[in-house]
């Protein structure tokens, strides 16, 4: 039986795993196949196995001696059958659902049993660009690994070794799975019919079914250049290896115009801050995102947060670039929630909600092509977040359409229409600022009222949302609960009601346009005028909203633009 020992197992230890290696049924050994390992992991699949045995072809046992106590991984590879790995309850071929086993110090465990399928045979080749030339993978270190959680999943279930001849098979059970490519020398590849193809998102999947074998499932490879460097905390000495959620991109277009992403991408980072990736040769700027710390751009000596100090690199065949270093700060943190209509539940399962974070004037800017910051909101929890550096900035809702399309604003935001009512956040300190909420209305979903001076009265409902251009006559609105108006143009001496009390509310401004926000989800705006405008709230007296010697009033309480609770009457 021959024994492999890597880094972690000391041999002087007495502690061993035992078992049988069964046929589908269990019961019946596997005997007569030379070519059956069970592999351990020190509970890291990543990298070559801790150790590895031969299962003995007369009787289909194995023994795994010398090991120390710790939680340990088994898998058992064949040439005949699917890769399979242990649970107590019986085996599994995916590395997603396996068991670890925990062995005590000088323990021997017994039983530790494998149920082998024979699974499906699916084959290629990977050949260079020219589609007709193999390609050898024993030198080329190119291998084949099949992907069942989609496309873009980064993590392998099955994988093959290419052979010198460029060929590959891989056993595997029926599934619906994607395909990769992965070499040190050629650039990855996933596989597509019309030919591999870079972007995961362009791959497409291969139906397995038992006992129909698949073949000419070929790739065309291309070789890259290697490019690499450290991410840096700010002081450019320190290599970041607490936060792995690091990515780079290398794009050849410019960074400050870019709108189809990246050409080749790195990442997560090393967990010694270094990164390195194959590219073709070229020209390209490169950008680095993080989780926890503001994004940037290559640039030397340090790295730049401005698109347009970016600076290229110039890859040239068979010249590997190393170097290529990254200094990151943590800056402030910015945050918030998009809430639904009525501003009490956040806005969930959306097909596209980004923030834009700028310094620029709101009215003047083109947030399609110069925004300084830019996130998507989760799209599970309504939620998001962005790391920028000290400064002050207006920062936008993008919905995907400039009509719906919002600025933040204080208590609530307001349309794009309305971008001078944008309100600036001012940030420093690699602090944190909360709460930058946004309450999402749109234009497709609200009513549009606009009002005569023989309108009857206008009742807007729980859960409605209104726009109501009024008249130079008092005009008579009321509001239930949880309902939200804007009303524009409403010069007349108007009468609103408010079915809610005023304890819930808050009041604030942002120049005339005064907000009324509801913890019930009812929200008010409505433009102060130097006529006498009447608010009247559920079993209270009325109070009277009027521009008046320079300030906004509702009764003697100074409206301002920070939200406070209403006075009472």
């Not at 972690?8 to 061993?16: F, K, N, R």
């Not at 064949?78 to 242990?86: L, P, R």
């Not at 530790?112 to 084959?123: S, Y």
């Not at 590959?168 to 599934?175: N, Q, R």
Request: net charge negative; glycine share 10%.
């Amino acid at each position: 039986m021959l024994l492999f020992f890597g880094t972690g197992i000391v041999s002087a230890a007495t502690g061993s795993i035992s078992g049988t290696v069964y046929g589908e049924d269990g019961v019946t050994p596997v005997t007569g196949d030379e070519t059956i390992r069970v592999a351990l992991f020190d509970h890291d699949f990543w990298g070559n196995p801790d150790m590895e045995v031969s299962v003995n072809p007369t009787d289909g046992t194995y023994v795994l001696e010398g090991l120390s106590s710790g939680q340990y991984d088994l898998r058992v590879l064949a040439q005949n059958y699917i890769d399979t790995y242990w649970t107590a309850e019986g085996s599994v071929n995916y590395r997603h659902q396996l068991e670890t086993i925990t062995l005590q110090e000088d323990e021997q465990v017994t039983g530790i049993d494998f149920q082998l399928t024979p699974g499906t045979v699916l084959a290629g080749t990977a050949y260079s660009t020219d589609g007709t030339s193999p390609i050898d993978g024993t030198l080329n270190d190119i291998g084949i690994c099949a992907h069942v959680k989609g496309s873009c999943d980064t993590q392998w279930e099955f994988c093959s070794q290419v052979g010198s001849d460029g060929t590959y098979a891989i056993k595997l059970p029926s599934e619906t799975l994607f395909f990769s490519v992965f070499s040190e020398d050629y650039i990855p590849e996933w596989w597509a019919a019309d030919g591999s193809v870079r972007d995961c998102a362009d791959a497409q999947p291969i139906d397995i079914s038992e006992g129909f074998p698949v073949s000419g499932i070929d790739f065309q490879l291309e070789k890259g250049v290697m490019v690499s460097g450290t991410v840096f905390h700010g002081d450019g000495v320190t290599p970041i290896t607490e936060d792995q959620l690091i990515w780079i991109g290398f794009s050849r277009d410019d960074p400050c115009l870019n709108e189809g992403g990246t050409d080749f991408s790195s990442g997560p980072i090393n967990t010694d801050g270094t990164f390195s990736s194959l590219v073709e040769p070229g020209t390209y700027y490169l950008d680095v995102s993080a989780q926890n710390y503001v994004d940037g751009f290559w640039a030397s000596p340090a790295s730049v947060y401005s698109c347009s100090d970016a600076q290229m690199i110039t890859v040239e065949a068979d010249e590997s670039i190393t170097g290529l270093d990254f200094q990151l700060e943590p800056g402030n943190i910015i945050s918030g929630t998009v809430y639904a209509p009525g501003g009490t539940e956040p806005l969930v399962n959306q097909e596209y909600l980004g923030i834009e974070i700028t310094t620029q004037d709101p009215c003047a800017i083109d947030y399609n092509t110069s925004a300084e910051y830019f996130t998507f909101v989760d799209t599970s929890f309504g939620t998001w977040s962005v790391h920028v550096l000290d400064g002050t900035y207006y920062i936008l809702l993008n919905t995907g359409s400039d009509d719906t399309n919002q600025f933040w604003a204080e208590p609530i935001s307001v349309s794009t229409m309305d971008c001078d009512q944008a309100q600036a956040l001012t940030v420093s300190g690699n602090n944190s600022y909360s709460n930058i909420n946004f309450n999402k209305t749109s234009s497709s979903e609200a009513e549009v009222f606009i009002l005569t001076a023989d309108a009857p009265d206008l009742a807007i409902t729980r859960g409605s949302i209104a726009f109501v251009s009024g008249t130079a006559v008092a005009n008579s609105i009321s509001l239930e609960s949880g309902a939200s108006a804007e009303l524009i143009n409403f010069p007349g001496q108007n009468s609103i009601q408010i079915q809610s009390s005023s304890d819930l509310f808050t009041v604030s401004r942002s120049g005339t346009m005064v907000t009324f926000q509801g913890s019930d989800g009812t929200v008010l705006k409505m433009p102060a005028t130097t006529d006498p405008q009447t608010i009247i709230f559920t079993g209270e007296g009325s109070r009277v909203l009027q521009i008046h010697n320079g300030q906004v009033l509702l009764d003697d309480q100074v409206i301002t633009t920070t939200a406070a609770s209403i006075e009472g009457k």
